[in-house]
């Protein structure tokens, strides 16, 4: 059974080749924030967990408005994660100055990061089904991280194109503490969530993953 990971998120694709898929990767191109926008002015605020989901179910059917997928027979999975932090969502900083002022704000604190995951189930070019679900981590950033800390760590690049300015799988893991859940949701995508995704849909888990260890 294939499946197709419609993020470029080199963390998701990195956790679903540990978990032993090899998915096909196709990102989609949405602007996040008029999405979350429009939906807040019909349907008034998103809560966390609302939030992330509508971005994964969005970045999951999108897909099928720019590829028909008329000859495919799978599974297609949309990621989004986001750090909630005294009851803001905070996404990628995307520049410098930016996650600066995150980590600022952040260290000595404690944040939940969310991860929200939509699975369709496609067949020749239509959803048969889909399940999605939002999973939670809470996470202390360290206390004693100094300035020159901070702007080394920026300087590296690694936090402008992360939910929440960081990674528990690179360099920010020495500016983490404590983390209060499933590791795998900090990361990018809840594998344990996947797996009962996929069940939900109809397909068992060896058929996602290899026979190579």
């Known amino acids: 059974m294939q499946l197709i990971l419609a993020s470029a ?18 990102p989609t191109d949405l602007d996040e924030e008029l999405l979350v926008a429009a939906h807040e002015a019909d349907h008034g605020p998103l809560t966390p967990q ?8 969005a970045k999951a059917e999108a897909l099928l408005d720019q590829d028909p997928l008329t000859a495919f027979d799978g599974l297609v999975l949309g990621g989004d994660s986001s750090l909630e932090l005294d009851g803001a969502m905070l996404g990628k900083p995307h520049t ?15 944040a939940t990061l969310h991860s929200g995951h939509w699975m369709l189930r496609v067949r020749h070019g239509r959803i048969g089904d889909s399940a999605g679900v939002a999973t939670a981590t809470h996470l202390d950033f ?3 991280i100094d300035d020159a800390e901070i702007d080394a760590y920026v300087a590296t690049g690694e936090p402008l ?46 058929a996602l993953t290899t026979t190579e260890g």
């Open 9 to 26: 998120s080199p963390a998701r694709l990195a956790l679903l080749r540990q978990a032993g898929i090899e998915p096909v990767v196709a």
């Open 50 to 57: 609302e939030y992330v989901l509508l971005l994964a179910r």
């Open 96 to 110: 410098p100055e930016r996650a600066r002022e995150r980590w600022l704000a952040q260290r000595g604190r404690s």
């Open 142 to 144: 360290s206390p004693d």
């Open 161 to 206: 194109e992360v939910a929440g300015a960081f990674t528990i799988d690179g360099r920010g893991a020495a500016f983490i503490d404590r983390i209060d859940g499933d590791p795998s949701t900090v990361i990018g995508m809840s594998i344990p969530a996947v797996r009962r995704l996929a069940r939900e849909l109809g397909v068992g888990w060896p």
